[in-house]
T-cell receptor, first 113, second 109 residues
Framework: IAGITQAPTSQILAAGRRMTLRCTQDMRHNAMYWYRQDLGLGLRLIHYSNTAGTTGKGEVPDGYSVSRANTDDFPLTLASAVPSQTSVYFC????????????FGEGSRLTVL | EDQVTQSPEALRLQEGESSSLNCSYTVSGLRGLFWYRQDPGKGPEFLFTLYSAGEEKEKERLKATLTKKESFLHITAPKPEDSATYLCAVGNAGNMLTFGGGTRLMVKP
């Protein structure tokens, strides 16, 4: 049972470079999310998608973009990385509009130098 | 703006020493309060959903309770394997979740 797969697991990136974090789920969930987790700040929502073809902005969307071309994939792109984007990024999904039960990936640790 | 505050930030217990974690919240139209467990280097894992004040949920040594302003996660006779970070989140009328900063629990044998 794979659930949610994120790649890469870890990446060191030079400031100004473009980076895409990949997220794939095999549960056929409609809703998908991207969070960043920083010490002391908890999980903060970056972008979300309630269904394929739609996306929305979360609490901290600046500097990030997403797309949802199909049900399974939800990539997160940093167009021009900055050091403040150093964080652990989690992709999550849930089956229904509101169950509260999010399924998370293992995370992608990104360091921007 | 929805807010979730968890306390304490860290908690050290001896094996068998029961205690409680607190989650205080303000939310526009509570649609549910959720507890997650997160192990180091892993993604959060869902534990409980509580929908209304007075509701309780149990799983092994964990029991979650809910009032109109806060939730408690009670840990009875904890074991070292209960060591993890416990996250609380609230869902609002727009079906969005807001997470607290978490409580890092360490249980020593």
């Amino acid at each position: 049972i794979a659930g949610i797969t994120q790649a890469p697991t870890s990446q060191i990136l030079a400031a100004g470079r473009r980076m895409t974090l990949r997220c794939t789920q095999d549960m056929r969930h409609n809703a998908m999310y991207w969070y960043r987790q920083d010490l002391g700040l908890g999980l903060r929502l970056i972008h979300y998608s309630n269904t394929a073809g739609t996306t929305g902005k979360g609490e901290v969307p600046d500097g990030y973009s997403v797309s949802r071309a199909n049900t399974d994939d939800f990539p997160l792109t940093l167009a021009s990385a900055v050091p403040s984007q150093t964080s652990v990024y989690f992709c999550a999904s849930r089956a229904l509009a509101f169950t509260g039960e999010l399924f998370f990936g293992e995370g992608s640790r990104l360091t921007v130098l | 703006e929805d807010q979730v505050t968890q306390s304490p930030e860290a908690l050290r217990l001896q094996e068998g020493e029961s205690s409680s974690l607190n989650c205080s919240y303000t939310v526009s139209g509570l649609r549910g309060l959720f507890w997650y467990r997160q192990d180091p280097g892993k993604g959060p894992e869902f534990l409980f959903t509580l929908y209304s004040a007075g509701e309780e949920k149990e799983k092994e040594r964990l029991k979650a309770t809910l009032t109109k302003k806060e939730s408690f996660l009670h840990i009875t006779a904890p074991k070292p394997e209960d060591s993890a970070t416990y996250l609380c989140a609230v869902g609002n009328a727009g079906n969005m979740l807001t997470f607290g900063g978490g409580t890092r629990l360490m249980v020593k044998p």
